[in-house]
Structure formats: structure tokens, C-alpha cells
Nanobody
């Protein structure tokens, strides 16, 4: 079974930065599919944060444009989410997803203090 393992979450002050990583156990499943990051805050629906196609095209939620950057390293079967200028409203559990096969990671908590 293909697995996605997120890491890099934590507690940071407003204005700080974190980099999330999503490592895939299957290179074939990773390299040819769009990878995405979602987040879910308490009491709210899960929402798309950013996505990157196999060719490197990206799209972002309006709320994170200019602050977050999604990238991927196909040689390492890993996707990243660089988060700068973090705000308290970015606090959520962040999940990565392989949009091709629908697999989700287990999530990593990001908490931004004011």
C-alpha cells in the first residue's frame, strides 16, 4: 500500500516559518501525479492549500498566496510546503494527498501563536 508520511509541523510564533515534507513510499505513484496540501482547522472543513502537478505547475488558495510555496523533488519522492509569514489563522492539521490515487497522509499539526 502506498504511504504518505508528513513531517515538519510544530509550534511557531506569528511571522515565523515552517517547512512541511510529504514522503511517498511509491515513486511511480508519486512522480506522475499531482500532489496537494490540505488543512483542517477545528470546527472547519478541510480545504485545499496548494497543489503541484507532475510537470511543476502550481496553484494556491488565495489566503496563502505570496506566503506559501509548494514544491516537489521527484528524485526523493517528496513534496514540500514552505510556509512563511505564518498567521494564527494558519493553525490547522496539514495533510498531503496524492490527487491521482486519492491517498492521504496522516497529518501534521501546525500551531501559530500570536
Amino acid at each position: 500500500q502506498v504511504q504518505l508520511v508528513e513531517s515538519g509541523g510544530g509550534l511557531v510564533q506569528a511571522g515565523g516559518s515552517l517547512r512541511l515534507s510529504c514522503a511517498a513510499s511509491s515513486g511511480i505513484a508519486f512522480r506522475f501525479n499531482t500532489m496537494a496540501w490540505y488543512r483542517q482547522a477545528p470546527g472547519r472543513q478541510r480545504e485545499l492549500v496548494a497543489a503541484i502537478t507532475s510537470g511543476g505547475n502550481t496553484n494556491y488558495a488565495d489566503s496563502v498566496k505570496g506566503r506559501f510555496t509548494i514544491s516537489r523533488d521527484n528524485s526523493k519522492n517528496t513534496a514540500y510546503l514552505q510556509m512563511n509569514g505564518l498567521k494564527p489563522e494558519d493553525t490547522a492539521v496539514y495533510y498531503c494527498k496524492n490527487e491521482g490515487n486519492g491517498y492521504w497522509g496522516q497529518g501534521t499539526q501546525v500551531t501559530v501563536s500570536s
